[in-house]
Every structure is written in C-alpha cells, then in structure tokens.
C-alpha cells in the first residue's frame, strides 16, 4: 500500500493537500500535531500531519463498506479526533461531527490499536529522513519548499548544507536569520550577467535574441528597445531576419513606429550586413530573429549564417520559464551553435515553479541577463538579478512585482 504524508500549518490546509494530490476518495490513515522548523531546537511551530493512500484497494474496501451502510469516516470525523494543533486560526475550525455510533472497543484492543498507531508514526518518520539523509533536520521545511518549487533535489541539498553550515549552532538562529541565509547562497550559486553596456564611440552595440517559437523574443525585444530608447536616452535601431512572415514583421513595425526607432527587415545575409553600415550611427541594434525549432537542421544553419554576417557583441537565448526542463536543456544544447552567452527568462507570470532557472544555470555555461513577466511592453521586462531569482524561488509571487531597474550603472 503507497502511502504518503502531507504537512501543513492547520488540518484544514493538510486536508486540503490531500484533496488537492489525492483527489476525493483518498483514505485518510492516520493524523498528529508535531514541532517543526525553528533552528536548533528554538523557534519552532505546531505542523498538522496526514498520512493517507489512494491506494485502490483501500479505497475500494471503504466504498464497499459504505455501500453496505456503515457509516463512513469522513475528514470531517478526523478533525474532530485530533485535538486542535496550536495556533489554528477560527475559519480553519470544522463544525464537530456527531459522534459515532459503534459498540464499545475492547480496551485491550484499544491499547494494541494505539501501539500499531505509534509504531506506523515512528515508521512513517524513519522514511521521510530516509528519502533525505543529506538535509539537516531542521532544514527539511525548506527542503520541501525548494523541491515543490522544482529545485534539483541535489541541489536543494547542497543549498541547504551550507546554510547549514553557515548558521551559528548556538540556538541563536530566528527563522528570518534562517531565510536570509537560504537568499545569499542562492544568489552566490546564480550566475548574472552584467547590465548591458555600449561599446566606445564608433560602432554600435549589436544583441540578438535567438531561441524556439513563441517564447516571447519580439516582446523582449520590443520591451529592450522602449527601455533603452525612452528610459536610457539610446538611439536604438531594430533588424529583423524574421521577413518571411509579415505578420511577423507587423509585429515590431508597429513597435518600431510607436518607439520612433528605425526598422529594416533583412532577407539574406548581404541585407544584414548592409542594414549594419546603414545604423553605425546607433547606440544599440537589437537584432530579431524567426522561432526556429532546434529540430530543424536546415532553418538553424540559415540562422547561423545571418549571425556570422552580424558579429553580434551578445547573443541572448530567449526560454520561457513554463517550458519542461528537458525540453529547455535541449534547446540550449542545440542552440550553442549559435555563440548565445546570456539567458533570457520569460513567461515568468505564468510559470507554476522557479527552481528550473536555478537548475538550468547552475549547470551551463551560461548567465542571466533579464526576465520577463507579463505581455507589457515596456513594463514586463527586468534585470535578471539573483536575488529577484532567489526571492522568486524562496517567496514566490505571480503577477507584476517589479519594473525595470536602471540598466546603465
Ligand atoms: N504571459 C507572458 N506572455 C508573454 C511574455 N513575453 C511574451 N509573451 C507573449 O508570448 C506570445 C509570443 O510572443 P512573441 O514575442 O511573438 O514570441 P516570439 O518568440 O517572437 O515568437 P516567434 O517569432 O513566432 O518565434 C505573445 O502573445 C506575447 O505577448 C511574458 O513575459 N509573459
Ligand atoms: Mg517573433
């Protein structure tokens, strides 16, 4: 039988964990209050936990049961057996059940069900360490955060191991000391680029933005050059290699008029060099590019081409944070070819876990150069920082948090 434990602040939060990965047959098996988290024993605070299964044959024997009209343990019953853990908050308090109605228990059996009870706890807390040993105790509160946040378990370990290792052991620690620590390892192991900056007098500062279809490489682009132009005083031109598609060429058209910044859509690599000579005046050419599938051969080597004809002073790889992280990876792998150094994260709004940035970067030879959080131009669009990473990965938050930082030191 699988069984699985969900921990949270109140049952109401537990139960609804069990709910939400379980769904609502799930059998509820056992429940405690315990102490968890503070740092070295100080600090700590009351965690409601259920142990439940979904396992079909329980799950079954329960419906079976219920068909035949015994009554039926509901969550409801469970909350009222279990005293209140502390600090449970009133809208979290379910009315009281009736009580049950069954032959008294034999209070022999009594005592053996409440031993079987204790040693499945004592059980249940041997494999929860046993799944990570490395992690020291006090930290697998944030061990479990970290990996619901998709943090590389490796990685989570190693995190929170020199935390560990960092932290006074003297029972001084408060759980603020605690997260602040977890924020300055987490932007030591986060490689940033720095802002960008414009080469001397004489010839502009040349970015592509390479990456798949629909990740949001216009946008950015479009985001770059509103920021540069408006907030930055630059004069800023835009290429783009993405002609064939005039839908495409539409898109940062409008951008460009809006921006009142020069636009030249370039079919072969002559007309990119050529587009070049004709914006030496510039500040900054941000150069688009098509979607191409790292799967196409063919397109990818068309790229290259174009790229080898502009010498660009960085090449940006455009990934949307909601792609899988295989998928991302693969995507890197495939797209070296084309000289990228920087990484652009968007799609930030709508991604469920930050911890493939984390992953990613820790293991490529490459750094952060912006994120991006929402279809705003030029809003949505920030510094890739690593303490924003760190803050996004420790605290998430959705929605618009922060605009562009200045660029130029
Ligand atoms: N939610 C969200 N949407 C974004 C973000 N950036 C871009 N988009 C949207 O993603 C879609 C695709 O954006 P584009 O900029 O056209 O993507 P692209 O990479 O240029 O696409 P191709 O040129 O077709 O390869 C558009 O609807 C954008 O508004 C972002 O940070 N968050
Ligand atoms: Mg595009």
């Known amino acids: 039988m699988k069984l699985k434990t969900y921990q949270a602040r109140s049952m109401s939060d537990a139960l609804a964990k069990v709910k939400k990965d379980l769904g609502r047959d799930a059998v509820i098996l056992h429940t405690r209050t315990l102490?968890?988290?503070?740092?070295?024993?100080?600090?700590?605070?009351?965690?409601?936990?259920?142990?439940?299964?979904?396992?079909?044959?329980v799950t079954s024997f329960r419906k079976a049961n219920t068909a035949q009209g015994h009554r039926r343990m509901t969550q409801r019953d469970l909350v009222t057996r279990e005293p209140e853990p502390r600090g449970i908050r009133s809208q979290d308090r379910v009315e009281p059940a009736p009580p049950p109605i069954s032959p008294p228990v034999d209070p022999s059996i009594r005592r053996e069900v409440e031993e079987i009870r204790a040693m499945v706890g004592d059980l249940l807390q041997r494999s929860e360490r046993s799944e990570h040993p490395d992690v020291p105790a006090d930290l697998i509160d944030h061990y479990s955060h970290l990996i619901g946040q998709d943090v590389a378990a490796e990685l989570?370990?190693?995190?929170?191991t020199r935390v560990?290792?960092?932290?006074?052991?003297?029972?001084?620690c408060s759980q603020e000391r605690v997260r602040a620590e977890l924020c300055r390892v987490l932007n030591e192991m986060l490689p940033t680029a720095a802002p960008l900056e414009l080469n001397a007098v004489g010839r502009p500062t040349v970015v592509a933005m390479v990456g798949p279809t629909g990740v949001g490489k216009t946008t950015t682009i479009a985001k770059l050059a509103a920021n540069m132009r408006l907030r930055e005083g630059m004069k800023v031109g835009l290429i783009t290699i993405d002609s064939y598609r005039i839908a495409a060429v539409e898109q940062l058209k409008t951008y460009a008029q809006i921006l009142k910044v020069p636009l030249i859509p370039v079919l072969t690599p002559e007309e990119m060099r050529n587009a070049l000579e004709r914006m030496i005046d510039l500040d900054l050419v941000l150069i688009d590019t098509a979607g191409r599938s790292q799967n196409d051969d063919l397109r990818m080597a068309e790229?290259?081409?174009?790229?080898?004809?502009?010498?660009?002073?960085?090449?940006?790889?455009?990934?949307?944070t909601t792609s899988r992280e295989a998928t991302i990876r693969e995507t890197i792998e495939k797209f070296k070819v084309m000289g990228a150094e920087h990484l652009i994260f968007t799609k930030l709004d709508e991604a469920v876990g930050f911890g493939v940035i984390l992953n990613v970067l820790k293991t490529v030879n490459m750094r952060l150069s912006y994120l991006t959080n929402g279809q705003s131009v030029p809003d949505d669009i920030e510094i890739g920082s690593a303490s924003r990473v760190a803050r996004l990965i420790l605290e998430p938050v959705h929605g618009k948090v922060v605009v562009m930082e200045k660029n130029r030191p």
């Open 35 to 57: 102490e968890r988290g503070g740092v070295f024993g100080l600090g700590s605070r009351s965690v409601v936990e259920i142990t439940a299964t979904a396992d079909r044959k």
């Open 156 to 160: 989570a370990v190693d995190l929170l």
């Open 164 to 172: 560990h290792q960092s932290l006074p052991h003297d029972g001084t």
């Open 303 to 320: 790229l290259r081409e174009f790229l080898q004809v502009a010498e660009p002073d960085q090449v940006h790889l455009v990934l949307s």
